[in-house]
Nanobody, 117 residues
């Protein structure tokens, strides 16, 4: 019912910034919460942040104070603003949508972020 496409990944230096985008289609976007997850090399996928259908953001401890999640319902898009990037932020970042929180029902294919000099 929902198709998700991530974009905005790439190479960034430690301390730098990057903005990831998750574009949704195929259903009524405002029904769903949307989250960002990441999978670091050799690690399990973990939740980074999510925003409810009402626009309320929630963050994992690793993201608090550095990352900002937001949604633009008019554009069917959710963003993850990454500031003060750290090498440990290197991962494939996935967005997910769902009616239950944290959202895990529909997944995108991921976008890779590499934080290095």
């Amino acid at each position: 019912q929902v198709q998700l496409v991530e974009s905005g990944g790439g190479l960034v230096q430690p301390g730098g910034s990057l903005r990831l985008s998750c574009a949704a289609s195929g259903s009524i976007f405002t029904f769903y919460g949307v989250g960002w997850y990441r999978q670091r090399p050799g690690e399990e996928r973990e939740l980074v942040a999510y925003v409810t259908n009402g626009g309320i953001p929630n963050y994992a401890d690793a993201a608090k104070g550095r990352f900002t999640i937001s949604r633009d319902n008019a554009k069917n898009t959710v963003y993850l603003q990454m500031d003060r990037a750290k090498p440990e932020d290197t991962a494939v970042y996935y967005c997910a949508a769902g009616r239950l929180m944290p959202p895990q029902t529909y997944w995108g294919q991921g976008t890779r972020v590499i934080v290095t000099v």
